[in-house]
């Protein structure tokens, strides 16, 4: 449903709107969250110093052409990210940027068409061999655990994976316990394990890639049989906090100041648990049960074949409150405490302290993957258990990778997710950086939110504060400087979104001497600092630092249509469940689908405004004898008096807008996606499940999400001749997808049709005789190669490529079951309404009203 209307936008910034307001008023009429999503890295060749480009003197923004605009013969530039003048000759650029090694032989007066620039990893030393500052990988291993499968699986699973281990990784392995932290010795000629009680110093070196590791891999398997189950966990802070000590000493690319020799480049820390809750988390013996499912794979925790199936009894009636965002159309009312109102699984501070016995365990977790972030690390949480009704404490532990930089925790309950999970993590995988500081710019006017989050000021643990750090939600913390967040790791599928504030009113000229007033060119810069490791021309790596400069130019509007005009749907739905999960935090999952709906009833209200006013605008215009200003407004199919060819319901559903016409659907598929979604009928998900589902969504890139919430369902043909779908973004709904299918097949085409369905959960092809059977022609389909190019092309979308699942045989009865996890449009809410037709008359109703 989501289709990409911004093919010519830069997927670097991604705003909710492609223009700002000009004014605090013009925005509030909109009722839309003033945010952007921003994908910091991407992979591209750097060719040129950033010190060979000017900078503005004020605020430190190299200079680009859409952010900066040259005056007084282009000796001084303009930057339109300060609205500040200064010199770019080079005796000034040399005498304030002291922290540079600038030569005036390749300073260049003028900015370069370039993104990606090299930074000096010390001094004016540019790269260094990868073996002499290496990326490090430390693997911390849960030691509670006695189950011999347990044991295997983690042995066999790590060696297959080290097997592509690149020679430069130097490596740390440990295994931790209440009683003692097991490290194993790789740079001896025998690998053997070191024992060290708590109460004693531990320090750690990591060792290269040798031999010796498979040796310790073999080892570690066979300690089955070895372990004694011990009911208190593994101290998972104390560890990480020994790994964290052991590296202080020594400097990282992104921490040295440019005056020290790096030692490390970064890294990853892989911690494995075995379904044991660590000693910090203390779980209650009444933590309620609930199904692992997928475990927060491709952000879902449904059980295959169960996401949607439908009961008469599960109705729940939701209490008429909200959170008092305004952003999300909420208005401030009491919390009401009655039993049919919350949900098992909540994560409110009400329900967490009821859960647990530590009520600080978020805080340890948040200190420590901030801590991390500092030492260029990404922290991965994987938890391996085959007992589905596994309690770890899923809601904590994500703060590791939240504040670290790395993807959320997964829940993994046999061999094959495991070492997927586990080679898609790895510090050479997927273009991992590290080290990353991202600073944002904005221009004169606007600036990001940092307002923190406050909690709810019930007794127990506050996770509404720690979702996002200083106005970016995503995997990174803010640091001292403030403008400036860092990220331990970073790949190419990490995105960021930023919550913006502004003034009453913006500025859109500053006097220049000589030019008079000139134009402001409002935009957003992001620059992104990471250390990678790169392929010379000669095959030998090497470590490096570079810098990804990322601009935006963002016209000012001066009325509500302008805004919506340009819409980013994706961007919109990032935001909105950033948004959700929030209120989720803070009021509960039933009270959120409240609050979701009361934002759609005041933005389709403000579009329903905004198209009164554009009509009167237009008809007073015709009135004076002036040209129509704005070709694609359509009054008779926005007003109700109109007399267009859409319904009235459609019409106040905002349908005769291009750009707003996907978000009643995009807020519906939202509130009915695994992470937000109250438990129902056979959808009863455990607490870790849930928070893993919502901790994948949470760094999700826009195209990415969109496909979580709403798979892209598209109709091919078995005929190889064909490279493109028969039809794409089928409706997600039974009744309309069997019509499609039938409605093709009496034009006469003796092909098999196929449907092919794409979502980070799966991907998956079936015969659509499975949707609407054909008892003419019973012969096997056969998948073209067009249908083939297009999976491939699927897979490498995502961070960690889905399973790709075949249902073309007839006799398959689960297939039907598992067709129908995609329809979302079939899905009943907990309101009782049966499906999404019935959600929007309810909404259109309100509306109007």
């Known amino acids: 449903f989501f289709i990409t209307l911004w093919r010519t936008m830069t997927t670097a910034i991604r705003p909710v709107t492609g223009r700002w307001p000009s004014a605090s008023s013009v925005w509030d009429e909109t009722s839309l969250p003033l945010a952007c999503v921003i994908k910091p890295y991407s992979r591209y060749a750097a060719k040129l110093p950033l010190c060979v480009i000017p900078k503005c003197l004020k605020c430190g923004a190299p200079q680009q052409d859409i952010t900066h605009y040259p005056v007084h013969a282009g000796s001084s530039i303009l930057c339109h990210l300060c609205g ?89 392995l440990l295994v931790s316990t209440s009683s003692s932290l097991a490290v194993w010795d790789l740079s001896s000629a025998v690998p053997h394990v070191k024992h060290y009680e708590w109460n004693c110093p531990i320090s750690l070196v990591p060792s290269p890639t040798t031999s010796n590791l498979q040796a310790a891999l073999r080892a570690l398997g066979d300690m089955g049989g070895l372990c004694q189950k011990n009911t208190k966990g593994m101290p998972l802070s104390a560890t990480l906090q020994v790994i964290l000590d052991s590296m202080q000493s020594t400097s990282h690319p992104g921490n040295n100041s440019n005056k020290n020799v790096p030692k490390y480049a970064g890294g990853r820390i892989l911690c494995i648990l075995g379904g044991q809750a660590p000693v910090e988390v203390k779980p209650r013996r009444r933590v309620p049960s609930g199904e692992t499912g997928s475990g927060g794979f491709g952000g879902s925790c449904a059980t295959v074949g169960k996401r949607y199936t439908r009961t008469s009894n599960n109705t729940i009636h939701p209490r008429s409150a909200s959170n008092g965002d305004p952003e999300l159309g909420g208005e401030t009312s009491n919390r009401m405490d009655s039993l049919s109102h919350f949900d098992e699984t909540d994560m409110t501070a009400t329900n967490l302290s009821k859960l647990y016995r530590n009520t600080s365990a978020e805080l340890y977790y948040s200190e420590i993957g901030q801590q991390c972030a500092y030492a260029a690390f990404g922290v991965d949480v994987i938890v391996l258990s085959s007992n589905k009704n596994t309690n770890v404490g899923i809601p904590f532990l994500r703060q590791l990778a939240d504040c670290s930089g790395a993807p959320g925790p997964i829940l993994c309950t046999d061999a094959h997710k495991f070492e997927q999970q586990v080679s898609s993590r790895t510090p050479w995988k997927n273009d991992t950086v590290f080290g990353g500081k991202l600073r944002i710019r904005t221009s004169p006017g606007f600036s990001v939110d940092s307002t923190e989050v406050e909690g709810t000021g019930d007794e127990g643990p506050q996770l509404a504060p720690l979702y996002g750090s200083a106005g970016v939600m995503g995997p990174a913390t803010s640091s001292d400087d403030e403008g400036l967040w860092l990220l331990g790791s970073c790949d190419t599928h990490t995105a960021l979104t930023v919550d913006f504030v502004m003034k009453k009113s913006v500025p859109d000229r500053v006097y220049v001497d000589g030019m008079g007033d000139v134009p402001i060119k409002h935009a957003i810069q992001t620059c992104f600092a990471f250390t990678c490791i790169e392929k010379q021309d000669d095959g030998s790596l090497v470590t490096v630092r570079r810098m990804k400069i990322a601009s935006l130019h963002l016209p000012l509007a001066h009325d509500t249509e302008s805004l919506y005009a340009t819409l980013d749907p994706e961007a919109l739905a990032v935001t909105l469940f950033h948004k959700l999960t929030i209120a989720s935090l803070q009021d509960g999952l039933v009270q959120t689908h409240d609050i979701g709906q009361q934002w759609l009833h005041s933005l389709l209200s403000c579009v329903y405004k905004s198209a009164e006013n554009e009509d009167e605008l237009q008809k007073e215009q015709i009135s004076r004898g002036l040209d129509n200003m704005n070709p694609v407004f359509y009054p008779q199919e926005r007003l109700l008096n109109g007399n267009g060819e859409l319904s009235a319901e459609d019409v106040l559903l905002g349908q005769g807008h291009d750009r707003v016409s996907t978000v009643p659907f995009m807020v519906f598929a939202l509130l009915q996606c695994d992470a937000l979604r109250p438990s129902m009928g056979s959808y009863q998900p455990s607490i870790d499940a849930r928070s893993a589902a919502s901790a994948q969504m949470y760094s999700m890139l826009p195209s990415v999400l969109a496909r979580c919430i709403a798979p892209r369902l598209e109709l091919w043909s078995s005929n190889d001749a064909e490279n493109e779908p028969i039809t794409e973004d089928l409706d997600l709904n039974l009744e309309r997808v069997g019509m499609h299918v039938m409605e093709h097949r009496q034009t006469g085409s003796a092909d098999s049709l196929l449907l092919f369905v794409d979502s980070p959960r799966e991907i998956v092809v079936y015969d659509s005789r499975h949707i609407q059977p054909n008892d003419f022609d019973t012969s096997k389909a056969a998948i073209s190669k067009g249908l083939e190019r297009c999976i491939e092309i699927a897979i490498k979308t995502y961070r960690i490529a889905p399973p790709v699942v075949y249902e073309l045989s007839l006799d398959s009865s689960f297939a039907i079951s598992r067709f129908k996890d995609i329809l979302v449009e079939d899905s009943q809410t907990i309101q009782g309404l049966q499906n999404f037709m019935q959600w929007k008359q309810d909404v259109a109703a309100v509306v109007q009203e």
């Open 84 to 172: 500040k003048i200064t010199s770019r000759l080079y005796q000034d650029q040399v005498l304030e940027r002291t922290h540079e090694t600038l030569d005036e032989a390749t300073y260049r007066r003028r900015g370069v068409p370039d993104s990606v620039f090299q930074l000096p990893l010390h001094g004016t030393v540019y790269s260094v061999p990868a073996m002499s500052c290496p990326p490090i990988w430390w693997i911390v291993v849960d030691g509670s655990i006695s189950e011999r499968e347990y044991w295997n699986i983690l042995g066999t699973t790590l060696r297959h994976v080290c097997k592509d281990m690149p020679s430069y990784l130097h490596v740390g």
